[in-house]
């Protein structure tokens, strides 16, 4: 069992009052038996989180920052064929534009049913494929596009750029250029489409633009996958730092518990927790020394979170 817990840690100062406060049994005990074994440092500005170079790693995927390929993975998920084409996860988003800067909102609160995405898609389909563009749907929060300069394009991940200036996060490459492009060109088709005109007038969010991520060939994972529990994201991302420790605690009683009680059994098991900057991954210490020098010298929850 290999368990990878993204948003694990956070850098705004409330996020970081919230760890010192954090009361996390399980975590403690297993940092008592597990060892570390592996640590990704980077910084809050890479394109690709640490839970995402995580995952990349058990996976087996190949690919620079930025460029790891999970719309191509996405859409094998949701049922497509990604043979010989380079792919990229399309998320339709609401961009708040403020006196000094565009802000991306967090897509979940579009809370878009699959009627609504569908006839938005198909709104700006031609806008894609007129450029060259394959351009086929996942769910209601992946729309999918296929290109050849998509093989290498850098794009930052969803969760960089969530609440953010997104001036930051595009490159002046010249496919990065026709992304923009195209994203103005959303926008203002959108502006007018009775979907959102409905959504308006219902209190909600329109849906004006779109954010491209996870572009790239398709590889064949190396192994199962791990499993990511993200119950930490949407208040980490939210900076709802109450909501964020009451998902930790639910955390260690639940996860963290079984994966306890793994250790105790003897079971080869992995644990990853990541911020926002890096990463570290245990394994059950080997040696009776070696034990019982970790259980003596364990570093408390607090403390191993605050350096990620």
């Known amino acids: 069992m290999h368990l990878i817990v993204p948003f694990a840690a956070a850098l705004a100062e409330g996020g970081r009052d919230a760890t010192r406060r954090l009361a ?3 975590l403690a005990a297993l940092l008592g038996r597990l060892a570390p074994v592996e640590r990704d440092d980077g910084d809050e500005w890479s394109f690709s989180p640490p839970h995402e170079r995580a995952l990349a790693r058990a996976l087996g995927f190949a690919g620079g920052d930025g460029q790891l390929p999970w719309a191509a993975w996405r ?3 949701d049922g497509l064929d990604t043979t010989d084409l380079a792919w990229g996860l399309l998320t339709p988003v609401h961009l708040h534009v403020g006196t000094d800067q565009v802000s991306l909102m967090d897509p979940a609160a579009l809370a878009l049913d699959d009627a609504g995405s569908r006839a938005l898609l198909d709104a700006v389909r031609e806008l894609f494929t007129s450029e060259g563009f394959v351009v086929d749907y996942g769910a209601p929060q992946r729309w999918y596009v296929a290109h050849e300069s998509l093989a290498g394009l850098r794009t930052a991940s969803l969760d960089r750029v969530i609440g953010r200036n997104i001036d930051r996060w595009l490159t002046e490459a010249s496919a990065v250029r026709l992304v923009r492009r195209l994203q103005n060109e959303v926008q203002m088709l959108l502006y007018t489409h ?3 005109d409905a959504r308006e007038a219902q209190g909600r969010l329109p849906v ?3 954010w491209l991520s996870g572009c790239g060939v398709a590889q064949r994972p190396a192994g199962p996958p791990p499993t990511v529990d993200a ?6 991302l939210a900076e709802d730092w109450a909501a964020w420790a009451k998902a930790w605690e639910t955390l260690d009683e639940g996860p963290l518990a079984e994966l306890a009680a793994r250790t105790a059994r ?3 098991v992995q644990l990853t927790l990541c911020g926002e900057r890096a990463s570290t991954t245990l394994e059950p210490a080997h040696g ?3 034990r019982l020098k970790l259980r003596a010298t364990r570093p408390t929850p607090a403390a191993i979170l605050e350096t990620l």
């Open 231 to 236: 119950r930490l994201r949407e208040p980490a």
């Open 288 to 290: 009776a020394w070696t």
């Open 208 to 210: 004006n633009s779109f």
């Open 24 to 26: 996390l049994p399980r």
């Open 194 to 196: 009775p979907l959102n």
């Open 75 to 77: 859409a094998q998920h």
């Open 266 to 268: 003897g079971e080869a």
